[in-house]
Protein backbone atom coordinates (compact mmCIF):
# COMPACT_ATOMS: atom_id res chain seq x y z
CA UNK A 1 0.00 0.00 0.00
CA UNK A 2 2.90 2.42 0.86
CA UNK A 3 4.43 1.91 -2.54
CA UNK A 4 1.59 3.38 -4.52
CA UNK A 5 2.39 6.84 -2.78
CA UNK A 6 6.30 6.36 -4.23
CA UNK A 7 5.78 8.94 -7.12
CA UNK A 8 3.62 11.51 -5.15
CA UNK A 9 7.22 12.13 -3.30
CA UNK A 10 8.75 12.23 -6.36
CA UNK A 11 10.12 15.77 -7.10
CA UNK A 12 9.74 15.86 -11.02
CA UNK A 13 8.58 13.29 -13.74
CA UNK A 14 12.67 12.94 -14.34
CA UNK A 15 12.98 11.69 -11.11
CA UNK A 16 9.94 9.31 -11.12
CA UNK A 17 11.38 7.48 -14.46
CA UNK A 18 14.40 6.59 -11.97
CA UNK A 19 14.63 3.32 -9.30
CA UNK A 20 11.29 3.25 -7.25
CA UNK A 21 11.72 4.81 -3.62
CA UNK A 22 12.11 2.14 -1.32
CA UNK A 23 8.90 1.42 0.70
CA UNK A 24 10.51 1.23 4.03
CA UNK A 25 11.65 4.73 3.16
CA UNK A 26 8.54 6.09 2.39
CA UNK A 27 6.43 4.84 4.77
CA UNK A 28 9.33 5.34 7.54
CA UNK A 29 8.83 9.49 6.15
CA UNK A 30 5.25 9.48 6.49
CA UNK A 31 5.22 8.03 9.63
CA UNK A 32 7.44 10.47 11.25
CA UNK A 33 6.20 13.87 9.44
CA UNK A 34 2.67 12.84 10.23
CA UNK A 35 3.66 12.71 14.55
CA UNK A 36 5.66 15.86 14.01
CA UNK A 37 2.57 17.75 12.23
CA UNK A 38 -0.43 16.20 14.45
CA UNK A 39 2.51 17.52 17.71
CA UNK A 40 2.31 20.78 15.59
CA UNK A 41 -1.31 20.91 15.24
CA UNK A 42 -1.73 20.04 18.95
CA UNK A 43 0.53 22.85 19.85
CA UNK A 44 -1.09 25.62 17.68
CA UNK A 45 -4.62 24.66 17.84
CA UNK A 46 -5.25 21.67 20.63
CA UNK A 47 -8.17 22.16 22.96
CA UNK A 48 -5.54 21.36 25.84
CA UNK A 49 -2.22 22.60 27.35
CA UNK A 50 0.40 19.76 27.83
CA UNK A 51 0.16 20.04 31.97
CA UNK A 52 -3.71 21.42 32.62
CA UNK A 53 -5.28 19.39 34.20
CA UNK A 54 -9.16 18.93 33.79
CA UNK A 55 -11.88 17.98 35.99
CA UNK A 56 -11.93 14.24 35.19
CA UNK A 57 -8.54 12.55 36.83
CA UNK A 58 -8.27 8.40 35.07
CA UNK A 59 -11.21 9.20 32.69
CA UNK A 60 -11.80 7.14 29.95
CA UNK A 61 -11.89 7.40 25.84
CA UNK A 62 -14.81 10.12 25.94
CA UNK A 63 -15.76 13.39 23.25
CA UNK A 64 -13.80 15.48 25.24
CA UNK A 65 -10.39 13.51 25.80
CA UNK A 66 -9.96 10.90 23.01
CA UNK A 67 -8.08 8.04 24.78
CA UNK A 68 -8.51 9.49 28.27
CA UNK A 69 -7.01 11.66 30.70
CA UNK A 70 -3.84 10.80 33.36
CA UNK A 71 -3.80 10.61 36.93
CA UNK A 72 -4.41 14.22 37.62
CA UNK A 73 -6.83 14.93 34.54
CA UNK A 74 -4.25 15.86 31.93
CA UNK A 75 -5.20 15.07 28.28
CA UNK A 76 -3.36 11.78 27.40
CA UNK A 77 -3.69 12.20 23.50
CA UNK A 78 -2.33 15.66 23.77
CA UNK A 79 0.92 14.54 26.54
CA UNK A 80 1.74 11.88 24.18
CA UNK A 81 1.85 13.45 20.85
CA UNK A 82 3.67 16.39 22.62
CA UNK A 83 6.34 14.07 24.11
CA UNK A 84 6.96 13.06 20.38
CA UNK A 85 8.53 16.39 20.21
CA UNK A 86 10.61 16.17 22.88
CA UNK A 87 11.90 13.03 21.74
CA UNK A 88 12.86 13.41 18.52
CA UNK A 89 14.36 17.24 19.96
CA UNK A 90 16.58 14.99 22.27
CA UNK A 91 17.54 12.86 19.28
CA UNK A 92 18.20 14.99 16.65
CA UNK A 93 19.99 17.33 18.91
CA UNK A 94 22.56 14.22 20.46
CA UNK A 95 23.13 12.89 16.94
CA UNK A 96 24.17 15.93 14.87
CA UNK A 97 26.30 16.45 18.05
CA UNK A 98 27.57 13.12 17.76
CA UNK A 99 27.78 13.43 13.82
CA UNK A 100 29.68 17.21 14.05
CA UNK A 101 32.29 16.17 16.20
CA UNK A 102 32.97 12.33 15.84
CA UNK A 103 32.96 12.97 11.31
CA UNK A 104 36.30 15.74 11.90
CA UNK A 105 37.70 13.52 14.21
CA UNK A 106 37.27 10.41 12.28
CA UNK A 107 38.50 12.57 8.68
CA UNK A 108 41.37 13.90 10.65
CA UNK A 109 43.05 10.63 11.87
CA UNK A 110 42.23 8.98 8.92
CA UNK A 111 44.00 11.46 6.57
CA UNK A 112 46.76 11.96 8.57
CA UNK A 113 47.31 9.05 9.89
CA UNK A 114 50.35 7.87 11.89
CA UNK A 115 50.50 8.86 15.28
CA UNK A 116 47.78 11.44 15.45
CA UNK A 117 45.56 8.31 13.96
CA UNK A 118 46.83 5.59 16.56
CA UNK A 119 46.58 8.38 19.40
CA UNK A 120 42.52 9.38 18.77
CA UNK A 121 41.59 5.65 17.28
CA UNK A 122 42.71 4.30 20.65
CA UNK A 123 40.39 6.39 22.49
CA UNK A 124 37.91 6.02 19.99
CA UNK A 125 38.12 2.17 20.80
CA UNK A 126 38.13 2.20 24.15
CA UNK A 127 34.60 4.39 24.28
CA UNK A 128 33.02 2.21 21.68
CA UNK A 129 34.53 -1.11 23.95
CA UNK A 130 31.56 0.66 27.30
CA UNK A 131 28.13 -0.38 26.78
CA UNK A 132 26.18 2.56 26.05
CA UNK A 133 23.79 2.51 28.47
CA UNK A 134 26.67 2.30 31.11
CA UNK A 135 28.19 5.36 29.96
CA UNK A 136 24.92 7.35 29.72
CA UNK A 137 24.03 6.07 33.43
CA UNK A 138 27.70 7.29 34.36
CA UNK A 139 27.01 10.99 32.78
CA UNK A 140 23.63 11.11 33.99
CA UNK A 141 24.94 10.64 37.84
CA UNK A 142 27.36 13.52 37.11
CA UNK A 143 25.07 15.77 35.89
CA UNK A 144 21.43 16.78 37.06
CA UNK A 145 19.06 14.78 34.49
CA UNK A 146 17.34 16.55 31.92
CA UNK A 147 16.92 17.53 28.11
CA UNK A 148 20.25 19.26 27.80
CA UNK A 149 22.52 16.60 29.85
CA UNK A 150 19.93 13.88 27.86
CA UNK A 151 21.54 15.42 24.39
CA UNK A 152 25.00 16.14 25.55
CA UNK A 153 25.69 12.57 27.10
CA UNK A 154 24.16 10.67 24.37
CA UNK A 155 25.65 12.73 21.48
CA UNK A 156 29.02 11.98 23.25
CA UNK A 157 28.23 8.74 23.54
CA UNK A 158 27.69 8.13 19.71
CA UNK A 159 30.67 10.50 18.87
CA UNK A 160 32.97 7.01 18.35
CA UNK A 161 30.41 5.33 16.32
CA UNK A 162 30.80 8.11 13.68
CA UNK A 163 34.26 8.62 14.00
CA UNK A 164 35.31 4.66 12.94
CA UNK A 165 32.71 4.95 10.34
CA UNK A 166 34.71 8.11 8.99
CA UNK A 167 38.38 6.98 9.23
CA UNK A 168 38.26 3.83 7.47
CA UNK A 169 37.31 5.67 4.10
CA UNK A 170 39.79 8.73 4.93
CA UNK A 171 42.43 6.67 4.98
CA UNK A 172 41.78 4.77 1.64
CA UNK A 173 41.15 7.66 -0.34
CA UNK A 174 44.47 9.16 1.22
CA UNK A 175 46.10 6.86 -0.80
CA UNK A 176 44.38 7.54 -4.57
CA UNK A 177 46.55 9.52 -6.98
CA UNK A 178 44.03 12.26 -7.56
CA UNK A 179 44.89 13.19 -3.69
CA UNK A 180 48.33 13.04 -4.63
CA UNK A 181 47.88 14.95 -8.16
CA UNK A 182 46.30 17.71 -5.55
CA UNK A 183 48.84 17.92 -3.08
CA UNK A 184 51.13 18.57 -5.76
CA UNK A 185 48.83 21.63 -7.26
CA UNK A 186 49.41 22.72 -3.91
CA UNK A 187 46.33 22.28 -2.68
CA UNK A 188 45.33 22.59 1.18
CA UNK A 189 44.76 19.61 3.54
CA UNK A 190 41.84 21.10 4.68
CA UNK A 191 39.98 21.36 1.08
CA UNK A 192 41.46 18.06 0.15
CA UNK A 193 39.02 16.35 2.97
CA UNK A 194 36.53 18.47 2.21
CA UNK A 195 36.16 17.97 -1.66
CA UNK A 196 37.56 14.42 -2.23
CA UNK A 197 36.86 12.75 1.50
CA UNK A 198 33.62 14.09 2.28
CA UNK A 199 31.85 13.32 -0.57
CA UNK A 200 32.92 9.38 -0.55
CA UNK A 201 31.77 9.45 3.12
CA UNK A 202 28.67 10.88 3.05
CA UNK A 203 26.45 7.78 1.88
CA UNK A 204 27.42 5.70 4.92
CA UNK A 205 27.41 8.94 7.41
CA UNK A 206 23.66 9.55 6.72
CA UNK A 207 22.73 6.43 6.92
CA UNK A 208 24.28 6.55 10.37
CA UNK A 209 22.42 9.60 11.24
CA UNK A 210 19.00 7.82 10.67
CA UNK A 211 20.59 4.85 12.33
CA UNK A 212 21.73 6.56 16.02
CA UNK A 213 18.53 9.03 15.68
CA UNK A 214 16.29 5.69 15.93
CA UNK A 215 18.89 4.23 18.89
CA UNK A 216 18.35 7.75 20.68
CA UNK A 217 15.04 7.68 20.37
CA UNK A 218 15.39 4.08 22.28
CA UNK A 219 17.68 5.31 24.96
CA UNK A 220 16.29 8.79 26.30
CA UNK A 221 12.67 6.77 26.33
CA UNK A 222 14.75 4.24 28.65
CA UNK A 223 16.56 6.62 30.70
CA UNK A 224 13.17 8.89 31.40
CA UNK A 225 11.29 5.35 31.87
CA UNK A 226 13.95 4.99 35.01
CA UNK A 227 13.80 8.58 36.42
CA UNK A 228 16.54 9.45 34.86
CA UNK A 229 16.11 11.48 31.65
CA UNK A 230 13.56 14.13 30.82
CA UNK A 231 11.94 15.40 33.95
CA UNK A 232 8.72 16.61 34.87
CA UNK A 233 6.69 18.58 33.75
CA UNK A 234 7.82 18.21 30.55
CA UNK A 235 6.01 15.43 28.42
CA UNK A 236 8.30 12.11 27.72
CA UNK A 237 6.95 8.62 26.44
CA UNK A 238 9.33 6.83 29.26
CA UNK A 239 8.81 9.29 32.21
CA UNK A 240 4.56 8.66 31.02
CA UNK A 241 5.20 4.73 31.20
CA UNK A 242 6.75 5.54 34.83
CA UNK A 243 3.79 7.26 35.85
CA UNK A 244 0.92 5.53 34.53
CA UNK A 245 2.28 2.24 35.65
CA UNK A 246 1.07 2.70 38.96
CA UNK A 247 -2.83 3.16 37.44
CA UNK A 248 -2.58 0.81 34.79
CA UNK A 249 -4.55 -1.68 35.90
CA UNK A 250 -7.78 0.71 36.34
CA UNK A 251 -6.61 2.73 33.12
CA UNK A 252 -4.47 0.39 31.06
CA UNK A 253 -4.76 3.29 28.47
CA UNK A 254 -2.10 5.09 30.62
CA UNK A 255 0.62 2.91 29.38
CA UNK A 256 -0.34 1.61 26.13
CA UNK A 257 -1.01 5.35 24.41
CA UNK A 258 2.78 6.31 25.10
CA UNK A 259 3.95 2.79 24.52
CA UNK A 260 2.27 2.96 21.15
CA UNK A 261 3.88 5.96 20.44
CA UNK A 262 7.02 5.54 20.82
CA UNK A 263 6.73 1.72 19.47
CA UNK A 264 5.43 3.64 16.16
CA UNK A 265 8.05 6.42 16.24
CA UNK A 266 10.97 3.93 16.92
CA UNK A 267 9.83 1.76 14.19
CA UNK A 268 9.43 4.42 11.74
CA UNK A 269 12.92 5.53 11.93
CA UNK A 270 14.09 1.91 11.59
CA UNK A 271 12.45 1.64 8.56
CA UNK A 272 13.65 5.31 7.41
CA UNK A 273 17.34 4.42 8.25
CA UNK A 274 16.53 0.92 6.20
CA UNK A 275 15.34 2.42 3.07
CA UNK A 276 18.04 5.39 3.36
CA UNK A 277 20.55 2.32 3.36
CA UNK A 278 18.78 0.69 0.19
CA UNK A 279 18.26 3.82 -1.66
CA UNK A 280 22.20 5.36 -1.33
CA UNK A 281 23.58 1.90 -1.70
CA UNK A 282 21.28 -0.19 -3.93
CA UNK A 283 23.75 -3.23 -4.19
CA UNK A 284 23.79 -4.59 -0.17
CA UNK B 1 47.74 -17.89 20.17
CA UNK B 2 49.28 -15.93 23.09
CA UNK B 3 49.83 -13.21 21.89
CA UNK B 4 45.95 -12.83 20.59
CA UNK B 5 44.82 -13.47 24.31
CA UNK B 6 47.70 -11.37 25.99
CA UNK B 7 46.16 -8.12 23.21
CA UNK B 8 42.78 -9.16 24.26
CA UNK B 9 43.36 -9.19 27.97
CA UNK B 10 45.34 -6.24 27.85
CA UNK B 11 42.39 -4.25 26.23
CA UNK B 12 40.18 -5.53 28.75
CA UNK B 13 41.98 -3.95 31.88
CA UNK B 14 42.59 -0.46 29.68
CA UNK B 15 38.65 -0.56 29.21
CA UNK B 16 38.44 -0.73 32.84
CA UNK B 17 40.66 1.53 34.45
CA UNK B 18 39.43 3.94 32.00
CA UNK B 19 36.10 3.42 32.86
CA UNK B 20 36.95 3.32 36.55
CA UNK B 21 38.50 6.77 36.13
CA UNK B 22 35.24 8.23 34.35
CA UNK B 23 33.49 7.33 37.29
CA UNK B 24 35.91 8.35 39.64
CA UNK B 25 35.46 11.64 38.18
CA UNK B 26 31.72 11.59 39.53
CA UNK B 27 32.47 12.64 43.08
CA UNK B 28 34.49 15.04 41.99
CA UNK B 29 32.78 17.29 39.48
CA UNK B 30 29.14 16.35 40.95
CA UNK B 31 27.05 19.00 42.01
CA UNK B 32 25.82 17.99 45.18
CA UNK B 33 28.30 17.60 47.74
CA UNK B 34 28.74 13.86 49.58
CA UNK B 35 29.15 15.89 52.68
CA UNK B 36 26.24 17.80 52.67
CA UNK B 37 24.09 14.35 51.98
CA UNK B 38 25.74 12.95 55.05
CA UNK B 39 25.19 15.41 57.27
CA UNK B 40 22.24 16.91 55.99
CA UNK B 41 21.17 20.57 54.96
CA UNK B 42 21.06 21.88 58.52
CA UNK B 43 24.65 20.19 59.33
CA UNK B 44 27.48 22.78 60.54
CA UNK B 45 30.46 23.44 58.17
CA UNK B 46 32.67 22.20 60.35
CA UNK B 47 30.50 18.82 60.27
CA UNK B 48 30.73 18.80 56.95
CA UNK B 49 34.55 19.67 56.49
CA UNK B 50 35.14 16.80 59.04
CA UNK B 51 33.36 14.59 56.82
CA UNK B 52 35.14 15.63 53.91
CA UNK B 53 38.67 15.05 55.66
CA UNK B 54 37.31 11.76 56.48
CA UNK B 55 35.71 10.69 52.99
CA UNK B 56 39.00 11.98 51.55
CA UNK B 57 37.52 14.46 49.41
CA UNK B 58 39.70 17.51 50.74
CA UNK B 59 42.53 16.03 48.56
CA UNK B 60 43.37 16.26 45.19
CA UNK B 61 41.58 14.14 42.90
CA UNK B 62 44.80 12.00 41.57
CA UNK B 63 45.10 11.03 44.98
CA UNK B 64 41.52 10.39 46.08
CA UNK B 65 41.66 7.76 42.71
CA UNK B 66 44.79 6.06 43.40
CA UNK B 67 43.50 5.35 47.16
CA UNK B 68 40.19 4.57 45.38
CA UNK B 69 42.08 2.38 43.30
CA UNK B 70 43.66 0.32 45.78
CA UNK B 71 41.37 -0.27 47.80
CA UNK B 72 38.93 -1.53 45.07
CA UNK B 73 41.47 -4.14 44.27
CA UNK B 74 41.52 -5.13 47.44
CA UNK B 75 37.99 -5.75 47.33
CA UNK B 76 37.37 -2.59 49.35
CA UNK B 77 34.45 -0.40 47.37
CA UNK B 78 33.95 2.22 50.43
CA UNK B 79 30.39 1.95 52.23
CA UNK B 80 26.82 3.61 51.29
CA UNK B 81 26.92 7.45 52.50
CA UNK B 82 23.16 6.92 53.14
CA UNK B 83 23.50 3.83 55.09
CA UNK B 84 27.36 3.05 56.15
CA UNK B 85 26.90 -0.47 54.64
CA UNK B 86 29.80 -2.21 52.33
CA UNK B 87 29.43 -1.11 48.53
CA UNK B 88 31.03 -4.71 47.94
CA UNK B 89 28.73 -6.38 50.47
CA UNK B 90 25.94 -4.28 48.84
CA UNK B 91 26.80 -5.80 45.69
CA UNK B 92 27.81 -9.48 46.53
CA UNK B 93 23.95 -9.35 48.18
CA UNK B 94 22.22 -8.27 44.21
CA UNK B 95 24.72 -9.49 42.03
CA UNK B 96 23.46 -12.75 41.64
CA UNK B 97 19.83 -11.38 40.85
CA UNK B 98 21.52 -9.58 37.91
CA UNK B 99 23.54 -12.63 36.44
CA UNK B 100 20.24 -15.18 36.56
CA UNK B 101 18.76 -12.93 34.79
CA UNK B 102 21.38 -12.41 32.10
CA UNK B 103 22.09 -16.41 32.14
CA UNK B 104 18.36 -17.44 31.42
CA UNK B 105 18.35 -14.38 28.95
CA UNK B 106 21.64 -15.35 27.23
CA UNK B 107 20.18 -19.18 26.90
CA UNK B 108 16.70 -18.26 25.98
CA UNK B 109 18.05 -15.67 23.56
CA UNK B 110 20.42 -18.45 21.78
CA UNK B 111 17.43 -21.04 21.65
CA UNK B 112 15.33 -18.89 19.87
CA UNK B 113 17.78 -16.77 18.12
CA UNK B 114 19.79 -19.13 16.42
CA UNK B 115 16.69 -21.20 15.65
CA UNK B 116 15.08 -18.57 13.80
CA UNK B 117 17.90 -17.29 12.47
CA UNK B 118 18.88 -21.11 10.65
CA UNK B 119 15.60 -21.33 9.58
CA UNK B 120 15.38 -17.79 7.77
CA UNK B 121 18.19 -18.78 5.79
CA UNK B 122 16.73 -22.07 5.22
CA UNK B 123 13.13 -20.01 4.06
CA UNK B 124 14.95 -17.27 2.47
CA UNK B 125 12.57 -15.52 0.38
CA UNK B 126 9.37 -17.30 1.33
CA UNK B 127 7.22 -16.38 3.97
CA UNK B 128 8.86 -17.79 6.59
CA UNK B 129 11.44 -15.95 5.77
CA UNK B 130 9.60 -12.33 5.27
CA UNK B 131 7.93 -13.17 9.17
CA UNK B 132 10.84 -13.88 10.84
CA UNK B 133 12.71 -10.72 9.60
CA UNK B 134 9.82 -8.72 10.11
CA UNK B 135 9.58 -9.71 13.50
CA UNK B 136 13.15 -9.82 14.40
CA UNK B 137 13.14 -6.05 13.27
CA UNK B 138 10.36 -5.18 15.79
CA UNK B 139 12.70 -7.20 18.32
CA UNK B 140 15.12 -4.58 18.14
CA UNK B 141 13.41 -1.55 17.20
CA UNK B 142 10.79 -2.02 20.62
CA UNK B 143 12.57 -1.10 23.65
CA UNK B 144 12.65 -3.75 26.50
CA UNK B 145 10.92 -1.75 28.81
CA UNK B 146 7.76 -1.63 27.10
CA UNK B 147 7.33 -5.01 26.18
CA UNK B 148 7.89 -5.69 29.78
CA UNK B 149 5.27 -3.08 31.34
CA UNK B 150 2.69 -4.39 29.08
CA UNK B 151 3.77 -7.90 29.87
CA UNK B 152 3.50 -6.89 33.08
CA UNK B 153 -0.10 -5.40 32.50
CA UNK B 154 -1.52 -8.07 30.03
CA UNK B 155 -0.43 -10.91 32.68
CA UNK B 156 -1.79 -9.31 35.83
CA UNK B 157 -5.22 -9.17 33.74
CA UNK B 158 -5.20 -12.53 32.29
CA UNK B 159 -3.22 -14.78 34.88
CA UNK B 160 -3.54 -13.03 38.07
CA UNK B 161 -1.78 -16.19 40.00
CA UNK B 162 1.50 -15.74 38.45
CA UNK B 163 4.17 -13.92 40.36
CA UNK B 164 5.27 -11.07 38.10
CA UNK B 165 6.83 -8.58 40.87
CA UNK B 166 7.10 -10.55 44.16
CA UNK B 167 10.66 -12.02 43.67
CA UNK B 168 11.71 -14.41 45.88
CA UNK B 169 15.44 -15.95 46.14
CA UNK B 170 16.23 -19.28 44.48
CA UNK B 171 17.62 -20.54 48.24
CA UNK B 172 14.27 -19.93 49.26
CA UNK B 173 11.67 -21.39 47.05
CA UNK B 174 13.53 -22.74 43.63
CA UNK B 175 10.39 -23.39 41.54
CA UNK B 176 8.71 -19.62 42.66
CA UNK B 177 12.17 -17.62 41.88
CA UNK B 178 11.91 -19.48 38.12
CA UNK B 179 8.87 -18.71 37.72
CA UNK B 180 9.66 -15.15 38.81
CA UNK B 181 12.26 -14.94 36.66
CA UNK B 182 10.90 -16.46 33.39
CA UNK B 183 8.85 -13.09 32.00
CA UNK B 184 11.93 -10.65 32.92
CA UNK B 185 14.43 -13.20 31.03
CA UNK B 186 12.37 -13.45 28.32
CA UNK B 187 11.71 -10.03 27.54
CA UNK B 188 15.42 -9.43 27.83
CA UNK B 189 15.74 -11.99 25.06
CA UNK B 190 13.51 -9.88 22.92
CA UNK B 191 16.47 -7.72 21.36
CA UNK B 192 19.41 -10.30 21.89
CA UNK B 193 17.57 -13.11 20.10
CA UNK B 194 16.28 -10.59 17.28
CA UNK B 195 20.06 -9.58 17.00
CA UNK B 196 21.42 -12.59 16.90
CA UNK B 197 18.62 -14.02 14.48
CA UNK B 198 19.46 -11.15 11.70
CA UNK B 199 23.58 -11.80 12.16
CA UNK B 200 22.82 -16.01 11.66
CA UNK B 201 20.36 -15.15 8.45
CA UNK B 202 23.03 -12.63 6.76
CA UNK B 203 26.06 -15.05 6.86
CA UNK B 204 24.65 -17.93 6.35
CA UNK B 205 23.13 -16.14 3.42
CA UNK B 206 26.20 -15.17 2.52
CA UNK B 207 28.50 -18.20 3.11
CA UNK B 208 25.82 -20.14 0.58
CA UNK B 209 27.81 -18.29 -2.55
CA UNK B 210 31.25 -19.80 -1.63
CA UNK B 211 33.01 -22.28 -3.64
CA UNK B 212 32.73 -24.97 -0.97
CA UNK B 213 29.48 -24.71 -0.63
CA UNK B 214 28.60 -25.50 -4.46
CA UNK B 215 30.99 -28.43 -3.84
CA UNK B 216 28.67 -29.56 -1.53
CA UNK B 217 25.98 -29.68 -3.71
CA UNK B 218 27.86 -31.16 -6.25
CA UNK B 219 28.57 -33.91 -3.87
CA UNK B 220 24.70 -34.45 -3.47
CA UNK B 221 24.46 -33.44 0.08
CA UNK B 222 20.88 -32.68 1.14
CA UNK B 223 20.08 -28.52 1.68
CA UNK B 224 19.15 -29.26 5.62
CA UNK B 225 22.80 -31.13 5.62
CA UNK B 226 24.58 -27.64 3.49
CA UNK B 227 22.68 -25.50 5.57
CA UNK B 228 23.59 -27.54 9.06
CA UNK B 229 26.63 -28.99 8.23
CA UNK B 230 28.72 -26.29 6.43
CA UNK B 231 26.94 -23.27 6.00
CA UNK B 232 26.26 -22.84 9.84
CA UNK B 233 29.54 -24.26 11.24
CA UNK B 234 30.92 -21.77 9.60
CA UNK B 235 28.73 -18.69 10.54
CA UNK B 236 29.28 -19.48 14.06
CA UNK B 237 32.54 -17.00 13.84
CA UNK B 238 30.28 -14.17 13.48
CA UNK B 239 27.60 -15.36 15.73
CA UNK B 240 30.13 -15.48 18.42
CA UNK B 241 30.86 -11.87 17.71
CA UNK B 242 27.17 -10.41 17.28
CA UNK B 243 27.28 -12.57 20.69
CA UNK B 244 29.70 -10.99 22.44
CA UNK B 245 28.34 -6.98 20.50
CA UNK B 246 25.54 -7.76 22.42
CA UNK B 247 26.51 -8.39 25.64
CA UNK B 248 26.83 -4.32 26.31
CA UNK B 249 22.59 -4.49 25.13
CA UNK B 250 22.13 -6.87 27.70
CA UNK B 251 23.69 -5.44 30.52
CA UNK B 252 22.01 -2.29 29.80
CA UNK B 253 19.04 -4.51 29.65
CA UNK B 254 18.82 -5.54 32.83
CA UNK B 255 19.41 -2.52 34.74
CA UNK B 256 15.72 -1.63 32.76
CA UNK B 257 14.22 -4.93 33.22
CA UNK B 258 15.32 -5.33 36.64
CA UNK B 259 13.32 -1.92 37.38
CA UNK B 260 10.22 -3.02 35.54
CA UNK B 261 9.75 -6.34 37.49
CA UNK B 262 11.42 -5.02 40.82
CA UNK B 263 13.76 -7.33 40.79
CA UNK B 264 16.77 -6.59 43.46
CA UNK B 265 19.66 -6.50 41.18
CA UNK B 266 22.88 -4.95 40.13
CA UNK B 267 21.01 -2.70 37.93
CA UNK B 268 18.11 -1.20 40.71
CA UNK B 269 20.62 -0.60 42.73
CA UNK B 270 22.38 1.60 40.32
CA UNK B 271 19.36 3.50 39.84
CA UNK B 272 18.32 4.00 43.19
CA UNK B 273 21.85 5.18 44.30
CA UNK B 274 22.18 7.64 41.27
CA UNK B 275 18.32 9.13 42.93
CA UNK B 276 19.64 8.73 45.94
CA UNK B 277 23.50 10.71 44.89
CA UNK B 278 24.86 7.92 46.90
CA UNK B 279 27.82 7.98 44.93
CA UNK B 280 30.20 5.18 46.48
CA UNK B 281 27.58 2.49 45.62
CA UNK B 282 27.21 3.97 42.10
CA UNK B 283 30.61 3.89 41.81
CA UNK B 284 30.88 0.28 42.85
CA UNK B 285 28.09 -0.81 41.04
CA UNK B 286 28.51 0.19 37.47
CA UNK B 287 32.07 -0.91 37.91
CA UNK B 288 31.31 -4.17 38.85
CA UNK B 289 28.99 -3.89 35.72
CA UNK B 290 31.49 -2.97 33.41
CA UNK B 291 33.82 -5.80 34.93
CA UNK B 292 30.95 -8.13 34.21
CA UNK B 293 30.74 -6.77 30.65
CA UNK B 294 34.76 -6.94 29.72
CA UNK B 295 34.50 -10.53 31.32
CA UNK B 296 31.75 -12.19 29.21
CA UNK B 297 34.03 -10.54 25.80
CA UNK B 298 36.67 -12.52 27.42
CA UNK B 299 35.18 -15.13 27.49
CA UNK B 300 34.18 -14.84 23.85
CA UNK B 301 37.53 -14.16 22.62
CA UNK B 302 38.52 -17.44 24.04
CA UNK B 303 35.75 -19.33 22.34
CA UNK B 304 36.56 -18.12 19.07
CA UNK B 305 39.95 -20.45 18.65
CA UNK B 306 37.04 -23.44 20.58
CA UNK B 307 34.68 -22.59 17.74
CA UNK B 308 37.16 -21.84 14.62
CA UNK B 309 40.13 -24.24 14.60
CA UNK B 310 41.65 -21.81 11.55
CA UNK B 311 42.33 -19.51 14.38
CA UNK B 312 44.08 -21.64 16.01
CA UNK B 313 46.03 -23.06 13.35
CA UNK B 314 47.07 -19.05 12.04
CA UNK B 315 47.80 -17.91 16.04
CA UNK B 316 46.69 -14.25 14.38
CA UNK B 317 43.84 -11.86 16.31
CA UNK B 318 40.55 -12.46 14.26
CA UNK B 319 37.02 -10.52 14.28
CA UNK B 320 35.92 -8.14 16.45
Redesign the interface.
Known sequence: MDVDLAPVLAPSAGARRRRRWPASLVAGTLIIATMVALALWVTLFGRYGVNQPSGDVLAGPSAAHWVGTDNIGRDLLTRALLAGQTSLLVATGATLLAALLGVPIGLIAGYRGGLVDSALMAFV??AL???????A??L?????PGVWTLMLGVGLIFTPYFARLVRGPALSVREQDFVAAARIAGVGGGTIVRRHVLPNVAAPVLVQLANTA?TCI?IE??LS????GVQPPQPSW?RM?LEG?RY??ES?LL??VP?AA??LA??AL?LFA?GLQKQLNPRR | MAGFLLRRGLRALVVLLVLSLLISGLTHIVPGDPATIIAGEQGSPELRAQIRAQLGLDRPFLSQYLSWLGNALRGNLGSSLLDGRHVATMIADRLPVSLELALMATVLALLWGVTAGILAATYHGRFLDALLNGGSFAGVAVPPFVVGTLLVLVVSILAPAWPVLSYVAFGADPVGNLQVMLLPALVLSIPFGAALCRYLRSSILEIQDQDFMRTAAAKGASRRRMILRHATRNALVPLLTATGLQFGVLVGGTVIIEQVFGLPGLGSLVVNSIGQHDFPVVQGAILTLGATYVLLNLVVDLLYPVVDPRIRAVGAGHGR
Open positions: DTSVPPVLLLTVAIFTALASYLGLGVQMLPVICLVSIGD
